[in-house]
């Protein structure tokens, strides 16, 4: 038998995409969580300043000590820490599990190639860190492989030996 379908039929290409598009949804509330105060903090930040645009430079003055770096910084703060608290809920959902909220929704799961296991910590983080700084770079070549390859493997797939299996 196929070792790539020895632990169950391998998931196509809409369905992995379906999983993905819920994923940036999903996850991207959770971010919005902190996004949307953290922008509220840094606007803040700025209220009592004015930006003045003398042709070839833009200055921001701010009258008096109107600029409250401490709202400017604890947006900033929101912000990554909602992008941290992000990263990390999806890795560890791919780790434990094999399945992201959106992967659970349309029912595939993430699976190491040799075990049929969850991949574990370290394929998780790497496969996650190589499709989002290789994979999707480059009219997303690395997501679009699985369509020409046998075992229907994306480039982070072939580098964390994952497949990607209906449940």
Not at 85 to 111: D, E, N, P
Request: hydrophobic content about 50%; charged content about 15%; aromatic content about 10%.
């Amino acid at each position: 038998s196929n070792p790539a379908t020895r632990f169950g039929e391998l998931a196509g290409f809409g369905v992995r995409l379906g999983g993905y598009l819920l994923d940036g949804l999903l996850y991207g509330l959770v971010f919005a969580l902190g996004l949307v105060p953290g922008i509220i903090l840094i606007v803040q930040s700025f209220d009592d300043c004015a930006r003045i645009d003398e042709g070839s430079s833009i200055e921001i003055v701010c009258v008096g000590d109107q600029f409250d770096a401490g709202a400017l910084v604890g947006g900033i703060a929101a912000i990554v820490a909602a992008a941290v608290l992000v990263f990390f809920l999806y890795v560890w959902a791919v780790a434990r599990s094999g399945q992201t909220w959106g992967r659970r929704i349309v029912g595939i799961k993430v699976i190491d190639e040799n075990t049929g296991a969850p991949p574990g910590w370290g394929k998780a983080l790497g496969r996650t860190l190589f499709a989002g700084l290789i994979s999707a770079q480059i009219l997303y070549i690395g997501y679009l492989w699985m369509l020409w390859d046998d075992k229907k493997q994306t480039l982070h797939d072939k580098v964390a030996s994952t497949h990607v299996i209906r449940t």
